[in-house]
T-cell receptor, first 112, second 113 residues
Framework: NAGVMQNPRHLVRRRGQEARLRCSPM?????VYWYRQLPEEGLKFMVY????????ESGMPKERFSAEFPKEGPSILRIQQVVRGDSAAYFC??????????FGPGTRLLVL | KQEVTQIPAALSVPEGENLVLNCSFT??????LQWFRQDPGKGLTSLLL?????REQTSGRLNASLDKSSGRSTLYIAASQPGDSATYLC????????????FGTGTLLAVQP
């Protein structure tokens, strides 16, 4: 059973470009969570989704960030018009029930 | 405000020592608490999960305890090995519709051979 998969593992964008981060949950998992780890800081919750629904987006920046988890396919975290402050590691986690969350390897975004 | 704090921020021990990592949380009405390990440039590996009704969990050389009333958890690592070197994170989940984890800032552990 493959774990949580994230791609790309590393992403370089110039200021103003868009970044799309993908997360494929573990097989059978319908709950997906996104967290961000800024340099020298702890992980911060961003958003919690179930299939086709956003359950909690209290940690999402108000502008430029969006997330989806469609009926088919991976969950997508989209960052429009990236700025240097968006440089961070973005982690996805999944769970079958709202219990133990299993984390992916992360996507490291660097904004030049 | 729900906050999670970990001390020490960094710890260096010689191989073979037993050690304790500390985690404290401001709001004691937790649903569960989870300890993770993070290796440099890697993702998080779940080590132990303690439900709010439990006092401790054990896995191999690891033992995690939970004291809700005092808002504390400890991770005990017995007979430490160089391979234990990593950042250890604790994360708290509160009840309700949200399942978000609130993370501490971690303890960076170095076990010297």
């Amino acid at each position: 059973n493959a774990g949580v998969m994230q791609n790309p593992r590393h992403l370089v964008r110039r200021r103003g470009q868009e970044a799309r981060l993908r997360c494929s949950p573990m097989k059978g998992h319908s709950h997906v969570y996104w967290y961000r780890q800024l340099p020298e800081e702890g992980l911060k919750f961003m958003v919690y989704l179930q299939k086709e629904n956003i359950i909690d987006e209290s940690g999402m920046p108000k502008e430029r960030f969006s997330a989806e988890f469609p009926k088919e396919g991976p969950s997508i975290l989209r960052i429009q018009q990236v700025v240097r402050g968006d440089s961070a590691a973005y982690f996805c986690a999944s769970s079958s029930q709202p219990e133990t969350q299993y984390f992916g390897p992360g996507t490291r975004l660097l904004v030049l | 405000k729900q906050e999670v704090t970990q001390i020490p921020a960094a710890l260096s021990v010689p191989e073979g020592e037993n050690l304790v990592l500390n985690c404290s949380f401001t709001d004691s009405a937790i649903y569960n608490l989870q300890w993770f390990r993070q290796d440099p440039g890697k993702g998080l590996t779940s080590l132990l999960l303690i439900q709010s009704s439990q006092r401790e969990q054990t896995s191999g050389r690891l033992n995690a305890s939970l004291d809700k009333s005092s808002g504390r958890s400890t991770l005990y690592i017995a007979a430490s090995q160089p391979g234990d070197s990593a950042t250890y994170l604790c994360a708290v989940r509160y009840g309700g519709a949200t399942n978000k984890l609130i993370f501490g800032t971690g303890t960076l552990l170095a076990v010297q051979p």
